[in-house]
C-alpha cells in the first residue's frame, strides 16, 4: 500500500515538473521567436520612423502572441546604427491555475544600410 501510495506521489510530481517545463518551453519559444522578429524589422527597417519602427514591433508582439505593451519598447537610432530595448512580464502557470509573473527582456543592436528618416 505504502508504495502504490509513493508511486502515485512521485507521479504526481512528474506531471508538475513536466506541466512547469511545458509552459515555460512555450514562453521562452515565443520569446525567441519575437526576438528574432525584432532584429530582422530593425536590420530591414528601411527609411522608417523610429515611432514606425516602434508600431511595427507593437504588431509583430500581437502576431507571435507576446504580452508587449507600446510603453515596454524604446527604438533609437544614431547614423544607420538602430537600438531596440524590449521588456515585460509575462504569465506562466508553473503550477495549475496559479500564474507566476515571468521576466522577459532584449536589445536588438543593428546597422542598416541607409540611415532612417528623422521625422517623427
Known sequence: MITVIRRLISLALL???ANATWHVFLAYSAHYKFRDAVNYAA???GDKTDDALHDQIVQLAADEDVPVQPDDIVVLHEGIATAVTVSYTRPIELVPSYPYGWSFSFRA???THQ???SVK
Do not use: M, S
Open 115 to 117: 540611415a532612417p528618416n
Open 15 to 17: 506531471a508538475l515538473v
Open 43 to 45: 536590420e530591414n527597417r
Open 109 to 111: 543592436d543593428t546597422y
